[in-house]
């Protein structure tokens, strides 16, 4: 089940990670399931990035 915090908060960060990665493609940022912090890791492991590193980019960007 999604923390509807994180799920309200993904919509900004989805954006941040689409300007940061043009690469990345509107399915690879689409929530299917999990947390916020499993789809962090999902796409971090797509970009070649650890999760902190990719979490600390989205949180100074």
């Keep these: 089940m999604k923390d509807n915090s994180d799920y ?9 990670l689409s300007q ?3 690469s990345l493609t509107p ?4 929530w ?3 947390t916020k912090t499993d ?4 796409i971090a492991s797509k970009l070649g990035k ?3 590193d990719l ?3 989205v ?3």
């Design 8 to 16: 309200y908060q993904w919509d900004r960060i989805k954006s941040k």
């Design 20 to 22: 940061m990665y043009p």
């Design 27 to 30: 399915a690879d940022l689409t």
């Design 32 to 34: 299917r399931y999990g």
């Design 39 to 42: 789809l962090i890791e999902m």
């Design 50 to 52: 650890t999760t902190q």
């Design 55 to 57: 979490q600390a980019e």
């Design 59 to 61: 949180d100074n960007h």
